[in-house]
């Protein structure tokens, strides 16, 4: 079935360094990939997303990239703030075709230290 | 605009008691999910639903039911609670692309 691999599980920057987390994807039919930001008890909230005919995309701090041979996509966040600690989870759907679900990755705890 | 909202925030069971978790949106989505999260498993879909009267399993979907009678709540019961049903579950709803979470409902089984 569909697999999201997410690495790494953790992941410790100093703050205004860049932190890079990665995932790896089954399906090749795949068509829409969030990154999704949770901070301790709260819900996951979406933070940039890109769709499947777009090779990167920026907002501000972040970015994600895509290589659709390879089936990886990737988030950037540059110049890290300690109110970006949190979990990142990636995920990958077929939206518009046979499925209607995101499968999600692992997630990443990421520390952003003072 | 509540968004999504679920019912109750926190609730401890009883191996073998029931509950339904209520999951409600106001707006107006097609689609609604019900999710499991574990300490290190992420987000794993349980059951979910691509319009009112329609439901389908996802990954981990044993010991769950869910109802959609109406479009705006979707339900999730759990007929007779496990330990291992101790989990914080969420319910999304969403538009062509982004999910909206709810605020999620921490559930503990003894």
């Known amino acids: 079935g569909e697999n999201v691999e997410q690495h790494p599980s953790t992941l410790s920057v100093q703050e205004g360094d860049s932190a890079v987390i990665k995932c790896t994807y089954s399906?090749?039919?795949?068509?829409?990939f969030p990154w999704y930001k949770q901070e301790l008890g709260k819900r996951p909230q979406l933070i940039i997303d890109?769709?499947?005919?777009?090779g990167e995309k920026k907002d501000q701090r972040i970015a994600v990239t895509l290589n659709k041979t390879a089936k990886h996509f990737s988030l950037h966040i540059t110049e890290t703030q300690p109110e970006d600690s949190a979990v990142y989870f990636c995920?990958?759907?077929?939206?518009?075709?046979?499925?209607?679900?995101?499968?999600f990755g692992t997630g990443t705890l990421l520390a952003v230290q003072p | 605009n509540a968004g999504v909202t679920q019912t109750p925030k926190f609730r401890v069971l009883k191996t073998g008691q029931s509950m339904t978790l209520l999951c409600a949106q106001d707006?107006?989505?097609?689609?609604m999910y019900w999710y499991r999260q574990d300490p290190g498993m992420g987000l794993r879909l349980i059951h979910y639903?691509?319009?009112?009267?329609?439901?389908a399993k996802g990954e981990v979907p044993d010991g769950y039911n869910v109802s959609r009678l109406k479009k705006q709540n979707f339900l999730l019961g759990l007929e007779s609670a496990a330990p291992s049903q101790t989990s914080v579950y969420f319910c999304?709803?969403?538009?062509?692309?982004?999910?909206?979470f709810g605020p999620g409902t921490r559930l503990t089984v003894t």
């Open positions: 999304a709803s969403r538009d062509f692309y982004e999910q909206y």
């Open positions: 399906d090749s039919a795949s068509n829409y």
């Open positions: 890109i769709r499947s005919n777009v």
């Open positions: 995920a990958a759907s077929t939206y518009g075709g046979a499925t209607n679900k995101l499968i």
């Open positions: 707006m107006n989505h097609e689609y």
């Open positions: 639903s691509v319009g009112e009267g329609t439901t």
